[in-house]
Nanobody, 128 residues
Framework: VQLVESGGGLVQAGGSLSVSCGAS????????MGWYRQPPGNGPREWVA?????????DYTDSVEGRFRISADNAKHTMFLQMNDLEPEDTAVYYC?????????????????????WGRGTQVTVSS
């Protein structure tokens, strides 16, 4: 599975921004899609939100609950993250990820019980 993010950019605090992630390749094997983010300074990536393929409620990290909304258009193999009421602390590179039930052995991640795939990331900058 190949993932390509788009969107992002610069916005003032309190504003809104949307990022999207298009999937290609073996999309039928996707179980879950979501977002991580990495703040400036190359600190650890923080999980932001995820949604399971085939339904179920999305999950969010506490700091974005009520402000961000994740959704997916399964027919177009695209996932969206609508970010509202943005704060400077939301500034980060946002990475799309997907968990599949098939893939290369080197991509297997025991934490997810599947094969982990990453996009290259898109920058989101929130000015104060």
């Amino acid at each position: 599975v190949q993932l390509v993010e788009s969107g992002g950019g610069l916005v003032q605090a309190g504003g809104s921004l949307s990022v999207s992630c298009g999937a290609s390749g073996d999309t039928f094997s996707i179980k879950t899609m979501g977002w991580y983010r990495q703040p400036p300074g190359n600190g650890p990536r923080e999980w932001v939100a995820s949604v399971d393929n085939g339904g179920g409620s999305p999950d969010y990290t506490d700091s974005v609950e009520g402000r961000f909304r994740i959704s997916a258009d399964n027919a177009k193999h695209t996932m969206f993250l609508q970010m509202n009421d943005l704060e400077p602390e939301d500034t980060a590179v946002y990475y799309c990820y997907a968990i599949t039930d098939s893939g290369d052995y080197s991509d297997y991640d025991h934490r997810y019980g599947g094969y982990l795939h990453w996009g290259r990331g898109t920058q989101v900058t929130v000015s104060s």
